[in-house]
């Protein structure tokens, strides 16, 4: 029985996914570090910084035969956050589903904890789902492992085989299941391809949601 909702933030509550897409990849360009768009998707989104600054390295290694430079990551995670202080908004209706679920709720992201308060803050959302907001930072490993949801559960006292997870990413679906969690994905961020819902099916979302008023309704349903 699903008594406890647990929310992805980037590309779930708030749009930072494509904002974020477009500014590394371009970021990386302008430094002679090249992804295609959506293969830097498919391989970071829903991953926190510790593995993205290793597999980034990897790649970087591959393309240059010479190690990253050192600072070359918190140079583009510094130009993407200094975008997202004017430009950052909310996945559109994200306030109907944290007002829906009347049980317990919490947010479970792959983003640094000062982050997530400052974002939840600027785009309205902060109010809904305080103080039970956690991070990667918080845990020993991120997102594909299941360390962020398993902490978050423990945080507000809700057994793993009773919590329903949103995600809308592969390394975040994959941390769900790893945490005995039921999962939906979420197709309403801007950031989406067209065969994620495919991909996140087949690795164990059991539905699909493809916005905030969907999800909204069906969150109301579990509840009657």
Not at 56 to 70: F, I, K, S, T, V
Not at 114 to 137: E, I, M
Not at 195 to 221: N, W
Request: charged share 20%; with cysteine; net charge negative.
């Amino acid at each position: 029985m699903i008594d406890t909702i647990l929310f992805d933030c980037d590309g779930v509550l708030i749009d930072t996914e494509m904002l974020a897409l477009d500014i590394e990849v371009n970021f990386l360009a302008q430094n002679n570090f090249f992804y295609e768009r959506m293969d830097f998707a498919r391989a970071f989104i829903g991953m926190d910084g510790v593995g993205m600054r290793a597999q980034m390295g990897r790649d970087y290694l591959a393309q240059h035969n010479r190690p990253m430079p050192e600072n070359l990551f918190d140079d583009m995670w510094a130009a993407r956050d200094a975008h997202f202080a004017t430009h950052l908004t909310p996945v559109p209706n994200a306030d109907l589903s944290l007002r829906a679920w009347k049980g317990k709720k919490a947010v479970a992201s792959s983003s640094k904890i000062h982050h997530l308060k400052t974002n939840l803050t600027q785009t309205g959302l902060a109010d809904l789902v305080y103080p039970n907001v956690f991070s990667a930072d918080q845990v020993a490993r991120g997102k594909p492992h299941p360390d962020v949801f398993l902490y978050a559960a423990t945080q507000i006292g809700a057994k793993p085989e009773n919590c329903l997870v949103i995600e809308d990413s592969i390394n975040g679906v994959k941390a769900a299941m790893a945490a005995n969690m039921d999962v939906w994905g979420f197709m309403g961020g801007g950031h989406v391809w067209p065969e994620l819902a495919t991909q996140l099916t087949a690795i164990g979302a059991k539905r699909i949601i493809y916005s905030h008023e969907e999800l909204a309704q069906a969150l109301t349903q579990l509840q009657s």
